[in-house]
């Protein structure tokens, strides 16, 4: 059912499904970083504020969407399950433990090639953050250095979930086998090779090896 609820929630859903927060996505769809705050929901007598068909094109088209993924979110579950809880805490490795050749054999992955924190423990024995609730066995790393820019900073959390399925358009996670960490958008398998786009819509696509990916996780979650 359409309703002022369902819409903002959905706006919601497609900023978790490309792992933003709705200000991240505002900021991505070149709108200004407060259009989806929730004080932007409510008009200060209490009527139900929309938003614009033009905000919500332009959402759209910054994540790679179309009219049919926004109308299966209204179907979709309850945003108050990708909120924000602070009572939730995951294990914080440095992204930069993660980069590089060096990183194939020790930093925070064990001996399955994943980040040793997916094994499904919640155990962190050092930094923590405080992120959305979601499944234990999802890990929440911290980027280090420029290798990112412009859509991940120095400083900015991202939650990636291996258990989840990936679909076109998402964001991922992926390690390659010579121990390099990169951040892309998931378009398609092919017969023995993923086929991937740079987070800059300008630049071309790439294909891989399946066989010289270690892992691949879904990005669920970034604190943009």
Not at 20 to 41: H, I, Q, V
Not at 146 to 164: A, T
Not at 166 to 182: F, K
Request: charged letters at 25%; aromatic letters at 4%; hydrophobic letters at 45%.
């Amino acid at each position: 059912m359409l309703s002022h609820e369902t819409v903002w929630s959905a706006i919601d859903l497609l900023a978790r499904r490309n792992g933003l927060t709705p200000s991240g996505l505002a900021r991505r769809a070149g709108l200004d970083p407060t259009t989806f705050n929730p004080s932007k929901r409510t008009a200060a007598d209490g009527r139900p504020r929309w938003p614009s068909m033009e905000s919500i094109a332009k959402i759209l088209g910054a994540t790679r969407s179309d009219l049919a993924d926004f109308v299966a979110l209204l179907d979709g579950p309850d945003a108050a399950s990708v909120s924000l809880d602070d009572a939730d805490r995951l294990p914080l490795p440095q992204l930069s433990s993660a980069n590089g050749a060096h990183a194939a054999g020790g930093g925070f992955f064990h001996d399955g090639d994943l980040p040793a924190v997916l094994a499904g423990s919640r155990e962190t024995g050092g930094a923590q953050a405080s992120l959305a609730e979601i499944p234990c066995e999802d890990c929440a790393i911290r980027v280090t250095g420029g290798d990112m820019l412009p859509f991940y900073r120095e400083g900015d959390i991202i939650v990636i979930s291996p258990k989840r399925a990936i679909q076109r358009g998402d964001r991922v996670a992926l390690r390659l086998a010579s121990g390099e960490l990169r951040a892309r958008i998931f378009a398609r398998r092919l017969r023995g090779r993923i086929e991937l786009s740079p987070l800059d819509a300008q630049a071309v696509p790439e294909r891989l090896a399946a066989a010289d990916i270690a892992w691949m996780a879904r990005i669920i979650w970034a604190s943009q």
